[in-house]
């Protein structure tokens, strides 16, 4: 009865403690966009993976990046032993360069 009810504990923490981490990169200053979403795959180890998640902001760039995980994410991740793991991306574009008003030109 003791082995029971400390299996339950046990699966009970696992189960409450969401599985899932978050990554943060950004830039200085200020984003010229709202938040875009979209979840991406890797696949065999992160050998093959998705690279096209910010197109959309040309020559701009990007100013900040979010990458996250969830408790199902990281347990398809876990069942398929590496083999497939889904994230997801939330990108911001940066505002455009200011023109170069220097004088030697």
């Not at 979840?39 to 760039?61: I, K, Y």
């Not at 969830?70 to 360069?97: H, K, Q, T």
Request: charge should be neutral; aromatic fraction near 10%.
């Amino acid at each position: 009865m003791l082995k029971r009810s400390v299996l339950v504990v046990i699966v009970a923490t696992v189960i409450v403690s969401d599985g899932c981490y978050h990554y943060r990169i950004a830039a200085r200053g200020e984003a010229a966009t709202e938040y875009q979403k979209k979840t991406m795959h890797a696949l065999l180890w992160g050998l093959v993976q998705q690279n096209e998640f910010a197109d959309n902001c040309q020559s701009n760039g990007i100013h900040e990046v979010r990458v996250s995980t969830n408790f199902g994410y990281v347990l398809v991740s876990v069942v398929s032993l590496g083999i497939w793991v889904p994230m997801d991306i939330e990108w911001r574009c940066a505002r455009e360069a200011p023109p170069d008003t220097s004088v030697f030109q």
